[in-house]
């Protein structure tokens, strides 16, 4: 089977990786791609969101199946896109369609599917400019922190959560006139919930669903989850609060009514989806939805998939996941994220990567690397993703420390207090 992975970060080199062993593949593309993708595939200098550029890509290399890493060409319409067109109607997609992809696409929409499905999430407002005052109203019913997210897609960085109410007015005021563009013409005001977050994935065709590894990330730039949002600065799987019973109440109460609702609203959904939550004195909150794996979640729970991923896609798409089973492998994986100073703020590019072909005892995942003149450069905030296998969470942390050590760029900095909380 000929395949094309549209992305460029380390979520599509996990999935390039893992896809690249299996027996049924012939041919695999990435459009991008990156300076790892390039080493197991073939990269493509395709926009992800370049529609018109990728059918052509498709009739003349025989792609079979299309996965869909990034948010973006779901949300725009990219299955929709080739459903419409019958010279495309044997063409496999991994990803939902664009009535799917509004989960993520957008948050007061998602409110709006937890509340009628009954799924448990916290109280919310949707604020638009002209019920500001009333937004601000609200926001005085709540006890601090404040919890402010752009309605739309802001690269995971339009989530505010603020201590001070004039501070959170204000920040509203903003997002509303814009901070972050498009995506803040609404803002959806949240009841903060006070517990520890976990990400759970489920691969889906719509009616019948597998579930995958659960992980944890780390969204901080600082330690001990201070500063600023980021895409993400590391991961770990399992997760130590993740026992039977949590998992349980998280697919009676949140897996299969979302599926359930997926199927009462009409959604043709074969793919992913991101179920970010929150523990709450033992009992699981949904945060939000994705749509397609999150990074770099993905760069841990792939690598434990023993399971054939590529006939896993196949299935999702072809809506065949009935009775189909996941072989996880039971050990332990973590992954530290290296990224450009500065992030996620205004960093440089172009810095000579070295080090990486000294690591031998992780998977070195490439998120933002391009090669120039025979280097391999940083061309992203967030450069490698370095991940490790262990005993437990902490032993496969320490490897993927040790292995970080032998690479550098200049100004590369990584968090190095990961699972700090989970001692």
Same mark, same amino acid.
Do not use: Q, W
């Given at each position: 089977m000929n395949v094309l992975i549209l992305g460029s970060g380390g979520r599509e080199h996990a999935f390039a990786n893992q896809i690249a062993k299996s027996n049924i593949l012939k041919k695999?593309?990435?459009?991008?791609? #990156?300076?790892?993708t390039e080493k197991i595939a073939e990269n493509v200098n395709i926009p992800v969101t370049d529609f018109i550029s990728i059918s052509e890509f498709v009739t003349k290399n025989n792609i079979e199946l299309i996965v869909v890493g990034p948010e973006d060409p779901l949300v725009a319409g990219i299955v929709d896109f080739f459903k419409s067109k019958s010279e495309f109607s044997g063409l496999l997609i991994a990803g939902?369609?664009?009535?799917?992809?509004?989960?993520?696409?957008?948050?007061?929409?998602?409110?709006?599917?937890?509340?009628?499905?009954?799924?448990?999430?916290?109280?919310?407002?949707?604020?638009?400019?002209?019920?500001? /005052? $009333?937004?601000v109203e609200y926001m005085t019913t709540? $006890?601090?922190p404040y919890v402010l997210k752009a309605d739309g897609l802001a690269a995971g960085k339009g989530v505010l959560i603020i201590d001070n109410i004039e501070e959170a007015e204000s920040e509203l005021k903003n997002m509303l006139g814009g901070k972050f563009g498009n995506a803040g013409n609404k803002v959806v005001i949240e009841e903060y *919930? /006070?517990?520890?977050?976990c990400s759970v994935f489920a691969l889906t065709d719509g009616e019948s669903y597998v579930i995958l590894p659960e992980a944890k990330d780390y969204k901080r730039i600082g330690e001990n989850n201070t500063g600023l949002n980021t895409g993400g600065m590391g991961a770990v799987s399992p997760v130590p609060f993740y026992d039977n019973e949590f998992a349980q109440k998280v697919e009676e109460r949140i897996i299969k009514p979302t599926i359930a609702g997926i199927q009462k609203e009409n959604m043709d959904y074969r793919g992913?989806?991101?179920?970010?939550?929150? $523990?709450? $004195?033992?009992?699981?909150y949904v945060?939000?939805? #994705?749509? !397609?794996?999150?990074?770099?979640?993905?760069?841990?729970?792939?690598?434990?998939?023993?399971?054939? *991923?590529?006939?896993l896609l196949i299935a999702a798409a072809k809506k065949e996941l009935k009775n189909k089973t996941v072989e996880i492998d039971q050990r332990s994986a973590?992954?530290?994220?290296?990224?450009?100073?500065?992030?996620?703020?205004?960093?440089?590019?172009?810095?000579?990567?070295?080090?990486? /072909?000294?690591?031998k005892d992780s998977i070195v995942f490439?998120?933002?690397?391009? #090669?120039?003149?025979? #280097?391999?450069?940083?061309?992203?905030? !967030?450069?490698?993703?370095?991940?490790?296998?262990?005993?437990?969470?902490?032993e496969a942390l320490q490897q993927s420390y040790n292995s970080a050590s032998k690479i550098n760029f200049d100004k590369m900095y990584y968090r190095k207090d990961l699972g700090f909380d989970l001692k």
């Open positions: 695999l593309y990435v459009a991008p791609g #990156n300076a790892g939902p369609d664009k009535a799917g992809a509004i989960l993520e696409g957008s948050k007061d929409y998602a409110k709006e599917f937890m509340f009628k499905y009954n799924i448990p999430t916290a109280g919310y407002f949707c604020a638009v400019p002209e019920n500001y /005052d $009333n937004a709540l $006890n601090p *919930l /006070d517990g520890i977050e992913f989806v991101f179920f970010g939550l929150m $523990n709450v $004195n033992g009992d699981p945060i939000e939805y #994705n749509v !397609r794996m999150g990074d770099p979640e993905t760069e841990v729970v792939l690598p434990r998939i023993k399971t054939d *991923l590529l006939t973590a992954t530290i994220i290296l990224v450009s100073g500065g992030y996620p703020e205004a960093y440089e590019k172009n810095k000579i990567i070295s080090g990486i /072909d000294e690591v490439h998120s933002g690397t391009t #090669n120039k003149d025979g #280097n391999i450069v940083s061309s992203g905030g !967030r450069v490698l993703a370095v991940s490790s296998f262990g005993t437990n969470i902490f």
